[in-house]
């Protein structure tokens, strides 16, 4: 049964960092076009960043930019999102995706495998 799972998440204080990883069984995650999405208390799921497999580009919100950074590693068959500088904004449940044919990075959409989401609360 394909899947993706993901961990990382935790308490963080403001202007420190976690890395959340998304791993991949069932099927080899380096086809796939990979998102990271958040949801937080009230507000809708919203695209922070991703990697397209059709054109090989890495996206990124304008809220997360320059301080987020994603990357996989295929041999883990593994996807990676380095969060700096993290604000209490940041504070949501976040999500990894991976879809065949993803032509829009941050169209939920477009994704037919989801993570049940880890919890990241940025907190002093």
């Known amino acids: 049964q394909p899947q993706v799972v993901e961990s990382g998440g935790g308490l963080v204080q403001p202007g420190g960092s976690l890395r959340l990883s998304c791993a991949a069984s069932?099927?080899?995650?380096?086809?796939?076009?990979i998102g990271w999405f958040r949801q937080a208390p009230g507000k809708e799921r919203e695209g922070i960043a991703g990697?397209?497999?059709?054109?090989?580009?890495?996206y990124y919100a304008d809220s997360v930019k320059g301080r987020f950074t994603i990357s996989r590693d295929n041999a883990k068959n593994t996807v990676y999102l380095q969060m700096d500088s993290l604000k209490p904004e940041d504070t949501a449940v976040y999500y990894c995706?991976?879809?065949?044919?993803?032509?829009?990075?941050?169209?939920?959409?477009?994704?037919?495998?989801w993570g049940q989401g880890t919890q990241v609360t940025v907190s002093s």
């Open positions: 995706a991976a879809g065949i044919y993803v032509r829009r990075s941050f169209d939920g959409g477009e994704y037919e495998y």
């Open positions: 069932g099927f080899t995650l380096s086809l796939y076009g």
């Open positions: 990697i397209n497999n059709l054109d090989g580009r890495k």
